[in-house]
């Protein structure tokens, strides 16, 4: 079986063309050039992360977060979140980080703390639907980090599921329930999956935890002290 770029139903053939096909046993290496290829050119890559398989797409291509949104059949009014590579790429995607993220972020980052901030000016609208904030995490896996520099900024990433199903820990998994939806499926073994990231909002003047998950709330204490519950 040989994994190809396929443009999904009403994308320009014109912005898929050039890319070459590749058999399923390539080398890591090898398929991560060709996913950073596939996400300059505006498609969609699987790949696995630290927890679950993601989808990724070049955030600031308002057609590929288009096809990310179609894709899972996710609603238009939930923003996607923004993985880094870098703590120093903070400053690109927040108008403003606060200290407070600065010490979480040393602390935490990478890993599975996903912070709010409020979006600076280079995040588009179709990635947050909207709002002025944004999410964002450095996940602690080498293949998402790969993509992020290739690509030379930081990619859309979401689960690969179709919204409201189970987060999917291997590229079989991925391949079976979004089909050829995606470009290319990154095959990088199974994914420990378990809990999914702990979701703290620094965009206000007192840290919100929205979602307890990977990292504690008693550990998120030992760095900011006043968290407000809002989950």
Request: positive net charge; contains cysteine; glycine residues 10%.
């Amino acid at each position: 079986m040989r994994v190809a770029w396929s443009c999904a139903p009403g994308y320009p053939e014109s912005v898929c063309s050039g890319l070459i096909q590749m058999p399923e046993q390539a080398t890591i290496e090898k398929q991560i050039k060709l996913a950073v290829a596939i996400l300059k050119k505006g498609g969609i890559v699987a790949f696995p992360t630290d927890t679950v398989y993601g989808l990724g797409a070049d955030p600031l291509n308002a057609r590929a977060v288009d096809r990310i949104y179609d894709v899972k059949k996710r609603p238009r009014n939930l923003p996607l979140p923004l993985l880094l590579a870098e703590k120093s790429d903070l400053p690109k995607v927040a108008d403003v980080v606060p200290e407070v993220a600065w010490r979480l972020a040393e602390r935490f980052f990478p890993g599975g703390l996903t912070l709010v901030l409020r979006k600076s000016s280079w995040v588009p609208d179709t990635v947050t639907a909207g709002g002025d904030t944004v999410a964002v995490r450095i996940p602690d896996h080498p293949i998402p980090i790969a993509l992020i520099r290739g690509l030379g900024t930081p990619i859309v990433g979401t689960s690969a599921n179709l919204s409201g199903k189970p987060s999917q820990v291997t590229s079989e998994e991925v391949r079976h329930q979004l089909g050829d939806a995606a470009d290319l499926i990154i095959n990088g073994g199974r994914r420990p999956g378990g809990t999914e990231s702990t979701v703290l909002d620094v965009s206000g003047k007192v840290p919100v935890l929205v979602r307890e998950g990977a990292i504690p709330r008693a550990e998120l204490k030992k760095v900011c002290s006043s968290i407000l519950v809002n989950m």
